[in-house]
């Protein structure tokens, strides 16, 4: 399927003729399928799930554990696995964090984390390493801005109970290896926790291939609607950890002076889940399967060749990335313009990027930038829209320096 055929099922596009989006980092555009689901949702099977005995009540549990199922054949997560739902990958993470983490850590252990980490899994560790007295160590990047593994190697040690990564930045353009990475630091007994948020709509997801212990991820980045996120665990570390948000669903038995709770996956669900956009990220599911990752992989490595071919030509703009493991999102800058002022001439032009620190601080500072521009490719996305692209980008030298 050509990009050009797979935007008739974006309603988004075909409603916004003038609009070039490339910020799907942030968050994708979504399928017809996936926002008919959420009024399919409310129009024919809203109730609380699992709280009433009534049919529909059951039938909103039905959605909720068919999508739960789904979503770990989806990512391969085998029998060892469990899937809990959260409201987002952040929420997820911090699941591990405070579940885990501050349970598990004492004065003296390590936790290893890489510095391309978004904040959503860096600040939660630097906060539990501190509430535990534990010692947050970063490994860097090696001169062609790919994690640098073997600094990540020499940093690994008998101390370093956490080792935690992104599977995809959401700045670079760099792949990881995973599985080589978790089975590194298994060496060392480490717990391992992927985010797979940049990854999820990009690349076949296997957990049982990667063999980590945790992996998170929001629904909507992957055409899903907000408000769904998901942490798959391994289920003999779930079933030892304390609950994380406490509340209604995740109980057993309560009296006045204590509580036993529910098994897993309940365990970690606490309060009433959004049970629609659970939904439509099985619907989201449907529609990545029915392109499948190797078409997705195709056209999205075509547009970001020729994104990387046109990029260049542009003499004023400097570009970030690891020419071997090109993925889906670049960032640039342009000397003495301000991201800021580049994005809001592209903004006046309808060119949607992102510009800032893209939730990873420590990864600016780091590059030696305090911020940066950055444009996001999906499978939906068109050579035209690069080419309007890099016409904005003239246009803001142009604005700026005059023609
Ligand atoms: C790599 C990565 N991890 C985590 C997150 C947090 O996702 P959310 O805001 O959906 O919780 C993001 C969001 O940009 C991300 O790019």
């Known amino acids: 399927m050509r990009p050009e055929e797979i935007r008739k099922d974006f309603p988004f596009f075909e409603k ?5 989006y490339l910020d799907s980092a942030a968050t994708s555009q979504k399928p017809s399928i996936v926002i008919d689901s959420l009024k399919e949702y409310y129009e024919t099977f809203n109730a609380n799930a699992g709280r009433g005995s009534y049919g529909l009540s059951a039938k909103s549990k039905e959605i909720l554990e068919n999508t739960r199922e789904k979503l770990k054949d989806f990512t391969k997560a085998g029998h060892d696995y469990e899937l809990i739902f959260t409201k987002s990958a952040t929420e997820a993470l911090n699941l591990v964090s405070y579940s885990y983490g501050l349970n598990n850590l004492k ?141 209604g669903d995740m109980i057993e038995y309560v009296t006045e002076e204590s509580v036993s709770y529910a098994e897993i996956p309940s365990k970690f669900e606490a309060g009433t889940l959004d049970i629609g956009a659970i939904y439509s990220l099985n619907k989201a599911v449907d529609y990545i399967n029915h392109i499948g990752y190797e078409s997705i992989e195709k056209i999205e490595r075509n547009l970001f060749s020729y994104l990387l071919e046109e990029i260049e030509k542009l003499d004023f703009v400097k570009i970030y990335y690891d020419p071997s493991h090109s993925h889906t999102n670049l960032i640039f800058t342009i000397e003495n313009i301000h991201p800021h002022d580049i994005s809001q001439i592209l903004d006046y032009y309808g060119i949607c990027i992102r510009t800032g620190h893209h939730c990873a601080q420590p990864l600016h500072r780091y590059l030696g930038l305090n911020s940066s521009s950055r444009v996001s490719i999906a499978f939906y996305n068109t050579k035209e829209e690069i080419n309007r692209l890099i016409w904005g980008l003239k246009k803001v030298k142009e604005v700026i320096y005059g023609a």
């Open 107 to 247: 004065k003296g252990d390590q936790v290893l984390i890489s510095i391309a980490d978004h904040h959503a899994n860096l600040v939660n560790w630097q906060y539990i390493c501190e509430k535990t007295g534990s010692e947050l160590k970063y490994f860097y990047l090696d001169e062609n801005l790919n994690l640098d593994l073997e600094d990540y190697r020499r940093k690994l040690n008998s101390k370093t109970k956490i080792v935690a990564f992104t599977g995809a930045s959401n700045v670079l353009s760099f792949e990881v290896e995973i599985a080589k990475m978790v089975e590194m630091a298994k060496e060392y007994g480490a717990v391992t926790v992927v985010d797979a948020t940049q990854l999820i709509s990009h690349r076949q997801i296997d957990v049982d291939a990667y063999k980590c212990d945790f992996l998170a991820f929001s629904g909507h980045k992957a055409l899903a609607s907000q408000g769904v996120g998901c942490l798959i665990g391994k289920k003999d570390l779930l079933n030892k950890m304390d609950p994380f948000l406490l509340g």
């Open 16 to 20: 916004n003729k003038n609009i070039t």
